[in-house]
């Protein structure tokens, strides 16, 4: 061989090799974390933005819709599924997942391998120089790529139902903190009725005492409840920025940012009926927890998922082959060359990896099983205690009925002349009691009936849309 030809085989080998090492186009980019870049990005967060209104239109609102005159749950839902960032942390880990997948489908490719030598002659060889030229092609055997990518699409979809069940949860706790808010201002209306009330009584007592009827001791014991009433109120009119702070944490706004917008309000007896209504005609809760709860989804994906890495640990058994093609001039010969390698495994078939995959299949087994035990047993309580809300309910509104009918005894008595004011005044604060015990059991049931939703992951009132998620786009339905 001519040195020429064994120039053009050396740089052969040296071009190969510096293709084979090109082949990577993508680049490092760094993305530093900036502490105050997030501030401002999480402060400017704005509902009015156009950014904003075009989602919205997205989720199928028309423009003259927008912007909204009143803030109901849907409506600060959709403000969270855009705004909030927890659910960024779970399509994050969502396309980790989807990138896990496209991993898992990639096959090995060759590998490209070369030497050069140079000798003394001292075995007279023809040449001094030897090139070698060598691919190794892999082989893998046992559908293991198939079984792999079996894997991952389970695993990804475990993190696509993650993402919806962050979205329920992020609306269910809207649910929980709006209803505090209503429920807030139903009290502080009830409360003040009662403070003025008490306010009258007291009056009236000082009045009495002055004139000499009544003793200190008395108009002290009215006074000390006259007080306790008006801390009652203080301390709803004190929570009342601290649930429109827990809201406005809630959807992903400042306080400032949220606080321009104007909730909907409550109409309370018409929620109960919807509700009750709802419940009633909803057979099978129990079944349609078990069938439709994300986490229940989720957990039945994860078992897939440890199926597969059985499957996968089982095709291991049978080890892969690699072909090594090659081609070499050495010392003034050439040769060329096939080779054939492979693992032997004879004492040890992947048993430990096997048995492995088998346990962790059996905790997803358990961890199923236990979630289910525990979705019936928190449904059950649910159930009981809305039931008992509503025993409770009709109990006070009997109490009500009766509390109204001694009411207009008193009235016509005082209009009479049999009786004076002050036994008319401490009538109405028992009839004002009477009505708070109402409200507190009417919320108390409200929660209740959350509770329930939240168990069955479907929304109780018809006007009121769950979250769904398709095509890795979260959305109302």
Known sequence: MTSATQSKILFAILGLSLLAGGCAHEKYQAKPLDSASVTVKLTNKDASSAEFKAYLIEQGYAENQLPFAEWGLNELTLCALYFHPKLDVAKAQLALANAALNSANQQQGPMLGGRVAHSNRANGDKNPWAFGL???????????????VEEAQHLAEAARIDVA??????????????????????????LTGEVNKQNELVKILEKRVQLGALSNTELSVAKLVQQKALFALNSEFTKSAEIRAALASDVGLTDEKFSQNNLKLLDLEATLAQQAAQLNVSKNLQEKALLNRLDIRRSLEKYAAAEAKIKLEVAKQTPDISLSPGFAFEFGDSIWSLGFSTLLNLINKNQTLIAEATQL?????????????????DLS??????????????????????QLQYSQKLQRQFE??????LELTQNDLSTNLLEQQLLNAQFNNL???????????????????????????????
């Open 381 to 402: 309580q649910s159930v009981a205690a809305y039931q008992a809300g509503l025993q409770n309910i009709e109990r006070i509104k009997t109490q009500q009925a009766a």
């Open 134 to 148: 060598d691919v190794e092609i892999p082989i893998e055997t046992g559908n293991k790529r198939q079984i792999r």
């Open 165 to 190: 069940d962050v979205a329920w949860q992020l609306r269910s706790q809207i649910a929980k903190d709006l209803l505090r808010y209503h429920e807030n201002i139903a009290l502080q209306k009830q």
């Open 416 to 421: 009479a002349g049999l009786i004076d004011r």
């Open 361 to 377: 299949r059996e905790i997803e087994g358990a961890q199923f099983e236990a979630l289910q035990a525990k979705i019936i047993g």
């Open 447 to 477: 929660k209740a009936a959350l509770a329930i939703e939240d168990m069955l992951q479907i929304p109780l009132n018809a006007d009121q849309n769950t979250v769904e998620i398709d095509n890795n786009i979260i959305k109302i339905q």
